[in-house]
């Protein structure tokens, strides 16, 4: 199996930055698209930036321009450097990514989330 574990939120002025890591570790043959969500209460977790393994990106237009996602293969990690915060990016945000693993079969593809990490952008 695959397991995710996001680090790096935590409580930001307007106008500040942070960077989030995610970190994947199990039997990983091969992680393949990642991406980062949020969600906040009574809504639905809403994509923020994906990229590919070749490092192909996509950002929520709410996001571009201040966000950067981008992956690190040799640490089975992804980052989102996250710049001019506003209160509106309050969230919890969750690392997402599609993986093939290995079993005592052979390998299986899954989709994994991480347990999240909470951003609060104080005005």
């Known amino acids: 199996q695959v397991q995710l574990v996001e680090s790096g939120g935590g409580l930001v002025q307007a106008g500040g930055s942070l960077r989030l890591s995610c970190a994947a570790s199990?039997?990983?043959?091969?992680?393949?698209?990642m991406g980062w969500y949020r969600q906040t209460p009574g809504k639905q977790r809403e994509l923020v930036a994906s990229?590919?393994?070749?490092?192909?990106?996509n950002y929520a237009d709410s996001v571009k321009g201040r966000f950067t996602i981008s992956r690190d293969n040799r640490k089975n990690t992804m980052y989102l450097q996250m710049n001019s915060l506003k209160p509106e990016d309050t969230a919890v945000y969750y690392c997402?990514?599609?993986?093939?693993?290995?079993?005592?079969?052979?390998?299986?593809?899954?989709?994994?989330w991480g347990q999240g990490t909470q951003v609060t952008v104080s005005s």
């Open positions: 997402n990514a599609e993986a093939t693993f290995y079993t005592n079969l052979g390998t299986r593809r899954g989709d994994f």
């Open positions: 990229i590919t393994l070749t490092g192909s990106t």
């Open positions: 199990g039997t990983i043959f091969e992680l393949d698209g």
